[in-house]
């Protein structure tokens, strides 16, 4: 399949950088967690606090799987936490090329520290949080990836000519 996969965690840019990487490109954009959310009828945070983090993980799959039969020449951007169930990794390769947006801890906090809509930063320390988090995801993120960005200091501009010249667009 033809299409262009955004990985990454939270915060890194996935949603906004697909969405200007479709205007570029001409290609729909589709979002896994906006998916999710019109499938449920409800917030990713709501289902988090009713069925639990495991099922929301299971909601993902099933929507990499649909995704496989209606999607082609797409621009998909994907949860941060998707990746790391391993059935997804196979499922993200038959999809297309897989793109890791990779950014430091310090960015991402930046980006997200006043969102309450994330269930996994309503902690006490979120930065500390999310280093934990990105200490174990990011190996994951590498492996999964056929093309590593790094998007820390760079506008879109760059961050756009940066993915389109490694996918041949």
């Known amino acids: 399949m033809d299409n262009t996969i955004l990985i990454g965690f939270m915060g890194c840019g ?12 001409r290609r729909a ?23 639990g983090e495991a099922y929301f993980r299971q909601l993902e799959t099933e929507c990499l ?3 496989l039969k209606t999607t082609n020449r797409q621009i998909i951007s994907v949860g941060g936490g998707l990746p790391i169930r ?3 990794h196979a499922l993200l390769k038959k999809l297309g090329t897989v793109i890791y947006l990779r950014a430091e801890a310090e960015t991402i906090y930046g980006r997200v520290k006043h969102d309450t809509t994330r269930p996994l930063l309503q902690c006490e320390d979120p930065l500390e949080r999310i280093r934990e988090m990105m200490e174990k995801r990011a190996p994951i993120y590498e ?23 490694a996918i041949g667009a």
């Open 86 to 88: 391993e059935e997804n």
């Open 143 to 165: 492996k999964t990836a056929d093309i590593v960005i790094d998007v820390d200091k760079k506008d879109f501009e760059t961050i756009l000519c940066e993915i389109t010249q």
């Open 29 to 51: 954009m589709e979002d896994t967690d906006k998916l999710i959310e019109k499938d449920e009828g409800r917030s990713i945070a709501e289902i988090f606090r009713t069925d």
């Open 65 to 67: 799987k649909k995704l």
């Open 14 to 25: 996935k949603s906004t950088v697909g969405i200007r990487l479709s205007y570029r490109m």
